[in-house]
Structure formats: structure tokens, C-alpha cells
């Protein structure tokens, strides 16, 4: 059983718009949600994360939404820019950690 | 700046060779993982060491096997590839196996092709 499910696989945009990358989850004991943007030919690195503690975390243009009780979030980019073109994964941790399958976001200029 | 060193970065092979790749890590941190990124850029989980000490074995076939000197090191090796061995290898630290704050940091990965 996939212990973190990403939607859509994929997702194009235009510059400026909004983007929204959702995330759902199983295990109940996870206490961190990182996300982890790749770039072509480059290692993953940490974007942005949140504990359940919170429902929302804010960076600058990325914001993440968390329900607990759906066992969902969401990554928001706001204003999307052409250099915002990545692979995005979720992932939860307790002990371990899980990533989903990941988001290809294109931003056309 | 890269704290998380892998070599090589790139290696080309044929069926049934051994394969070896390094990681070292300058960050201090307790645990160290080997990631396999596909084509579909899908990252899965091989292994996990804390302290030296294996804590994750993801069911992997048996040719691979990891080793650990120290808790800034950790290896590799493919004893016979197959041609489904071709990926991304990421070497990731952390600290307490993720769960303080869950931030994994990346080596630049070592690009395995199996001819």
C-alpha cells in the first residue's frame, strides 16, 4: 500500500498563474511533510515543510494547505514562474520517510 | 554547497559486471540512504544506515549490497547488474532517520547505464 499519493502526475501552467500539487496520506503517525522540488539533471533538495501542528505554512510564493482529518495537503505556488519547472514530490515521515511518485509542473511563458 | 559526495557520478557498463559507489557525507549527520530514481524519476527506497547500523532493507534483489564504515560513509556495490539496474543512485544523510525534521539532503546522484 503507497503511503503517499501525489495528483496530478503531471500539471502545465502558465506564467503567473497559480499551480496547486496535492498530496494525500495513509499513516496517521506521520508528524513531518517535507516537499522536495528536483530540477532536470540535479538532486532533489527541500522546498518547503509543515507539522501537523499547523494547517497552513507560507515561503514566499509557495504556501502548503493541511487537513488532518482528510489526511491531506497541498502545495500552492502563487504567481508561477517559468524557473518553477520541476518535479515536485510529497513526503510524510514518522521514523521513516515516504515520498509519493511525484508532480512534473511545466510553467510556459 | 554539496555536502553529500558521491563518485563516480557516471558509469557505464556491461551485463553481469560489478559495480561499486561511494558516499560520504560532511554534515555530522546519524543516518545515510541509498535512493534508486528511475526513468520515471520514481524514488525508492534501498536502504537506510543509523549509526552504522542497517534500520531499512527494502526488499531489493540480493545482488545489491550496502556497507558502512562509518556514519559518514556509506557504499554500494551491484554484484552482477542487470539491465533494469540502470537508474539514479542518490545518496541522502539526515539526522535520527528523519524524524527530526524530516530534511534529507542529496549527494548529486551516480547515473548507472547497463549495456
Known amino acids: 500500500q503507497q503511503q503517499v499519493r501525489q495528483s496530478p502526475q503531471s500539471l502545465t501552467v502558465w506564467e503567473g498563474e497559480t499551480a496547486i500539487l496535492n498530496c494525500s496520506y495513509e499513516d496517521s503517525t506521520f508528524d513531518y511533510f517535507p516537499w522536495y522540488w528536483q530540477f532536470p539533471r540535479e538532486s532533489p533538495a527541500l522546498l518547503i515543510a509543515i507539522r501537523p501542528v499547523s494547517n497552513k505554512k507560507e515561503d514566499g510564493r509557495f504556501t502548503i494547505f493541511f487537513n488532518k482529518r482528510e489526511k491531506k495537503l497541498s502545495l500552492h505556488i502563487t504567481d508561477s514562474q517559468p524557473g518553477d519547472s520541476a518535479t515536485y514530490f510529497c513526503?510524510?515521515?514518522?521514523?521513516?520517510?515516504?515520498f509519493g511518485d511525484g508532480t512534473q509542473l511545466v510553467v510556459k511563458p | 554547497e554539496t555536502a553529500v559526495f558521491q563518485t563516480p557520478n557516471y558509469h557505464v557498463t556491461q551485463v553481469g559486471n560489478e559495480v561499486s559507489f561511494n558516499c560520504k557525507q560532511t554534515?555530522?549527520?546519524?543516518?545515510m540512504y541509498w535512493y534508486k530514481q528511475d526513468s520515471k524519476k520514481l524514488l525508492k527506497i534501498m536502504f537506510s544506515?543509523?549509526?552504522?547500523?542497517?534500520?531499512v532493507n527494502e526488499t531489493v534483489p540480493r545482488r545489491f549490497s550496502p556497507q558502512s564504515s562509518d556514519k559518514a560513509h556509506l557504499n554500494l556495490r551491484i554484484k552482477s547488474v542487470e539491465p533494469e539496474d540502470s537508474a539514479v543512485y542518490l545518496c541522502?544523510?539526515?539526522?535520527?532517520?528523519?524524524?527530526?525534521?524530516?530534511?534529507?539532503?542529496f549527494g548529486e546522484g551516480s547515473k548507472l547505464t547497463v549495456l
Open positions: 544506515y543509523n549509526n552504522k547500523q542497517l534500520i
Open positions: 554534515l555530522g549527520h546519524d543516518t
Open positions: 541522502a544523510s539526515s539526522f535520527l532517520g528523519g524524524r527530526a525534521t524530516g530534511q534529507l539532503y
Open positions: 513526503a510524510a515521515s514518522n521514523n521513516r520517510i515516504f
